[in-house]
C-alpha cells in the first residue's frame, strides 16, 4: 500500500462550500501497486480509492472535480 502526504498548493474553494486552506495537508493511502507520486491523479486505476480517501478526509466532491483531484493542486510527498 502506498501513502502519500498532499498539501494544498493554494486556497481550493468550491460552489458546495467545501474550503482548504493553503498549506492544509491530508494522508491518502492507495492499495495498488506501482502508484507513485508522478501518477497519482493521472492514474485512472486509483480514481476511486482517491475519491474514497479525499471523503474519509472529509472532502467529498465528485470525481469530476479538477480542482481537487489534480497533481496542481497538491504538493505530493510520498510517506
Known amino acids: 500500500m502506498a501513502s502519500f502526504e ?11 462550500g467545501l474550503h482548504i486552506d493553503r498549506g492544509q495537508t491530508f494522508t491518502v493511502n492507495i492499495n495498488m501497486m ?5 501518477n497519482l491523479f493521472g492514474n485512472s486505476r486509483c480514481l476511486d ?6 471523503q474519509f478526509n472529509g472532502i467529498d466532491v465528485p470525481k469530476t472535480d479538477s480542482g481537487i483531484y489534480s497533481r496542481g493542486a497538491w504538493d505530493i510527498k510520498m510517506k
Open 6 to 16: 498532499l498539501t494544498a498548493k493554494h486556497q481550493i474553494d468550491r460552489p458546495e
Open 34 to 38: 506501482g502508484i507513485t507520486p508522478n
Open 49 to 54: 480509492a482517491l475519491v474514497k480517501q479525499f
